[in-house]
């Protein structure tokens, strides 16, 4: 709480390795902040209602996690670049932030996959969201199961998200995720499960590398808007595209399968 509400704050300057919850919180002049090389968290509402702040550049290798709606209202971010030595990302770590257009993330949700990690409210893109209404956001309600799900609001804003070293992306990660415009999979990538993109209808563009071997089923089905997919890859599962309508461009390279309806 050092700097909670300090009203005339503009710059400030982080040699120490963390930023504390809510150290500043309410600062809502602050503009811009400089985190040293061995800057490792940020801590719950940190920076919440920081809305001058327009740039998050942190260049430190260690740097490991970021709290639960750290940057909440945080209206002035437009560009995000989170760091792939990240570990874990808290729940609305960026809500209302309402004029974000680009956003560079090393996973999906709160945390890398692993094989211990079952699809949940944590495993969506959503889950960063959070869960707070915003007017200048869509409620998306994305399922990660049959009949389980987690609602979250993403901002209308959001164009380009690019997705650096995910391995998997679980079941109904941007399921029904309709702000998000273009999505950029990482050669990191081996799987894509069923429902992945299932109804993102705002999706424009979708690029899958050579390095995913694994389709489910139903992984772009619905998704509407879609003009232009980009598939590097030897595999194209069951129904991927039914229903995407408005596709004018599929580049297919290396492609030897494709499944039934796909």
């Not at 889950?127 to 987690?150: A, M, Q, R």
């Not at 650096?164 to 273009?182: D, L, S």
């Not at 998704?223 to 004018?248: D, H, K, P, Q, W």
Request: with cysteine; glycine share 6%.
């Amino acid at each position: 709480y050092a700097s909670q509400s300090c009203t005339a704050l503009e710059t400030a300057t982080l040699n120490n390795s963390f930023a504390s919850n809510y150290m500043f919180s309410g600062c809502i002049n602050l503009r811009t902040v400089t985190f040293s090389d061995t800057f490792t968290k940020i801590g719950s509402h940190a920076f919440q209602n920081c809305k001058g702040l327009t740039k998050v550049d942190i260049i430190s290798e260690v740097f490991n996690s970021i709290g639960d709606y750290a940057f909440q209202n945080v209206t002035s971010l437009s560009n995000v670049v989170i760091p792939n030595s990240t570990k874990s990302i808290g729940e609305g770590a960026f809500n209302g932030c309402t004029e974000l257009t680009s956003l560079t993330i090393p996973f999906i949700g709160n945390k890398l996959f692993d094989t211990s990690i079952a699809p949940s409210s944590k495993t969506v893109f959503g889950y960063i969201f959070g869960t707070v209404e915003n007017e200048l956001s869509t409620k998306v309600v994305s399922f990660y199961s049959t009949k389980d799900s987690f609602t979250s609001y993403i901002p209308n804003s959001l164009v380009n998200l690019f997705i650096q070293k995910e391995t998997v992306v679980q079941y109904g990660a941007f399921y029904n995720a309709t702000p998000i415009k273009n999505i950029v999979l990482s050669n990191d990538c081996v799987e894509i499960q069923s429902y992945a993109f299932y109804n993102a209808t705002g999706l424009n563009n979708l690029s899958i590398p050579s390095s995913v071997e694994v389709f489910g089923d139903y992984i772009a089905a619905k998704c509407t808007g879609l003009l232009e997919v980009n598939v590097n890859s030897r595999n194209i599962g069951a129904y991927m595209f039914l229903n995407a309508t408005s596709l004018e461009k599929a580049t297919l390279l290396n492609v030897v399968d494709i499944k039934d309806y796909a």
